[in-house]
């Protein structure tokens, strides 16, 4: 499956000088080389978290544990479609995984 292009503009309109790449079929925005937020092929954002952030990120809408091949990726967070509708939305959960990837 590809990943959402309409998402993936929106994201690109939020950070337009970070580096991108595809890769685990969709699309990641990397800072320095560290991946920030990936727009994912199955729909929605998987997006970096600050460690000691996560129980609050993962307390929002949407938003689940980000687990590969049955094991949590600690650090990472899946964020539904729909809870990235809006623009609001969308910018913090961006803004979230940016200054992750930044401090990482």
């Keep these: ?47 970096r978290v600050d460690p000691a952030s996560l129980a609050k990120a993962l307390a929002e809408p949407g938003a689940s544990e980000a687990v590969m091949r049955g094991r949590v990726m600690t650090g990472w967070v899946i964020v539904e479609p729909s809870a990235v509708d809006r623009a609001v939305d969308l910018r913090r959960w961006v803004k979230r995984g940016v200054s992750a990837a930044r401090s990482a």
């Excluded at 499956?1 to 998402?7: F, P």
């Excluded at 890769?23 to 800072?31: C, I, N, T």
């Design 1 to 47: 499956m590809a990943y959402d292009e309409s998402l993936a503009e929106r994201v690109r309109s939020l950070v337009p000088d970070l580096a991108e790449k595809r890769m685990f079929g969709g699309l990641a925005f990397l800072v320095n080389g560290h991946m920030s937020v990936v727009v994912r092929g199955k729909g929605g954002l998987m997006v």
